[in-house]
């Protein structure tokens, strides 16, 4: 029987900002696609105050600014580069990797 | 931040130290091209380079401006300089333990030594990576 794991980092983007300011460390994070549009990620904390994934930033603007959520424009450069950083890492776990998305790969075991 | 797997100029290094005189016939065909991304990291995935602040570790021969080499999957043992976290701020220190308690310990006699608490009373602190190289140009 094959054996496959699926690996997604939690909260990627987020993830990603925090790793590289500490400051966003306690506090509730979103990230918003190009041009500010979106919500496409979300820290933990953010979920919780109900920001739903994908919502138009000008629909939850007041419920960001009422519980102070960081929000952050996106920074492609630094994503793909940790996501980079993550594959690399795992494909030494397995030879058999399939890279999903940004933040998501299916190993062979 | 400053990703590690940008491209960077390759210098020409002599495998053989230079000498006054006449050089080994044999040399010629050794010559290796130093690759200084190969040289100053041993862990890609987990490098990165950070450029320096203040003047807090100018004894250890770290000036503002450089650039420090840091890698996080080098565990922090006790005299590492390294990078911590302390309260959401980045800083450079030398970890240092002093009758069993750590210290950020700058390496500069006008700055004195953050004790790091075990208790949640004190700072927030924690190592964030090790610093391993550090890159001037003069």
Sequence with gaps: ?????????????????RAFFPKLKNCPVVILSNNDGCVIARSNEAKALGIPM????????????????????SNYQLYGDV???VMN???????????????????KA | ?????????????????VQAGFPSPAEG???TKLDLNEYLIDHPVATFFVRMAGDSMIEASILENDILVVDRSITPIAGKIVIA????????????????????????????????????EGDEVCIWGVVTSVVRKL
């Design chain 1, 1 to 17: 029987m094959t054996i496959y794991a699926l690996i997604d980092c939690n909260n990627f983007f987020a993830s990603c900002e």
């Design chain 1, 54 to 73: 994908g919502i138009p930033y000008f629909k939850c603007k007041e419920l960001c600014k009422a519980h102070n959520i960081k929000v952050l424009s």
């Design chain 1, 83 to 85: 996501s980079n950083r």
């Design chain 1, 89 to 107: 890492t795992i494909r030494e776990l397995s030879s058999h990797l399939e890279i999903y998305s940004i933040d998501e790969a299916f190993l």
């Design chain 2, 1 to 17: 931040m400053i990703r590690p797997d940008l491209t960077i100029s390759v210098p020409i290094l002599y495998s053989s130290k």
């Design chain 2, 29 to 31: 065909s050794m010559d």
């Design chain 2, 85 to 120: 976290v302390i309260n959401g701020e980045f800083t450079v220190k030398r970890l240092k333990y002093i009758n069993n308690q750590a210290y950020l310990a700058p390496e500069n006699k006008n700055y004195t030594p953050i004790l790091i608490k075990t208790s949640s």
